[in-house]
């Protein structure tokens, strides 16, 4: 290889830069800065109200930033649309459930892994070879998704009728189902008793190592980020007050006296 062969060292997967958002005067989100890489598992912690749904919010399109930058891959993608960013490479779920209640639970899977196996209307029309061929993926994927999640057993069932820890586990399985190079999740195991909380950390890290994915997860059972996530961020006030191991940031007063100090904030 000769020298200006070398190849160009690779770009984070996800890096913001300066990322800020404000609701008329309230700056919910201020100058963030994170790098992820691939197959990162990140943490992000802080009180309630410190910024972190925005975060997801502003790098997955549904809100747009009112400065700063979000890279994925090295490409600028701040204001895109969440369709777009979603085809991109980036999946998240939301705070609170958020599935087709009325749909079968294999559906729920389907309309999402469709989006990576697209079907076009005339060959949907025509029932052309390729199209039989892209919706036989799109299932192929939804089975080993629910699969993996433990809902086999209820592809029948309508979303609606799940019960809750299960309803939550879906939502990863219709983020998945779109083929992601990063999974944001918000708060995955709020509403969940402390051994399904530490199930959920467990697949969330086979989730990573089978697919390879990289992982941001916001939550606020310390158990769960201690012994899940690789690296820990912390927002307090919408900027980010510290970066570490989970044992550095256990360890850092500032982050003592913003946090983890005064959880009672959060008991609602
Ligand atoms: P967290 O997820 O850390 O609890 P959020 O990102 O949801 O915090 O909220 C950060 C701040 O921004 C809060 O003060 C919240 O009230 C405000 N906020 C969030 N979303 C909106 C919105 N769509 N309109 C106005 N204010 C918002
Ligand atoms: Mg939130």
Redesign the pocket.
């Known amino acids: 290889m000769t020298r200006d062969q070398r190849p160009i060292p690779p770009a984070p997967l996800l890096e913001t830069r300066g990322l800020s958002k404000a609701?008329r005067g309230?700056v919910?989100l201020n100058g963030h800065a994170i790098t992820v890489w691939e197959r990162d598992i990140v943490g992000v912690i802080?009180p309630?109200?410190?910024?972190?749904?925005?975060?997801f919010n502003v790098v997955t399109g549904f809100?747009k930033p009112t400065a700063g930058k979000v890279l994925l891959r090295g490409v600028p993608i701040s204001g895109r649309p969440p369709a777009q960013v979603s085809r991109l490479g980036i999946a998240r779920t939301f705070?609170g459930t958020r599935l087709f209640g009325q749909l079968s639970v294999l559906d729920n899977v389907l309309v999402a892994a469709q989006l990576r196996h697209p079907t076009s209307l005339p060959g949907a029309v025509l029932n052309t070879a390729g199209s039989r061929a892209a919706r036989r993926a799109a299932a192929d994927t939804a089975h080993e998704l629910l699969a993996l999640m433990g809902l086999e057993q209820r592809a029948g069932q309508r979303a609606a009728s799940l019960p809750y820890g299960d309803g939550r586990r879906l939502e990863i399985a219709r983020a998945l189902a779109t083929r992601p190079a990063l999974l944001m999740l918000d708060e995955p195991a709020a509403g969940l008793n402390s051994g399904e909380t530490r199930a959920l950390a467990t697949l969330i890290g086979e989730v990573r190592d089978r697919y390879g994915v990289a992982v941001i997860v916001?939550e606020h059972d310390m158990d769960l980020v201690m012994t899940l996530c690789e690296r820990v961020q912390v927002?307090a006030q919408?900027a980010v007050i510290g970066e570490g191991t989970p044992a550095e940031i256990q360890a850092s007063p500032r982050v003592r006296n913003a946090y983890l100090g005064s959880e009672s904030d959060d008991a609602a």
């Open positions: 609701f309230l919910a802080g309630n109200g410190s910024g972190k749904s925005t975060l809100l705070q916001i927002l919408g």
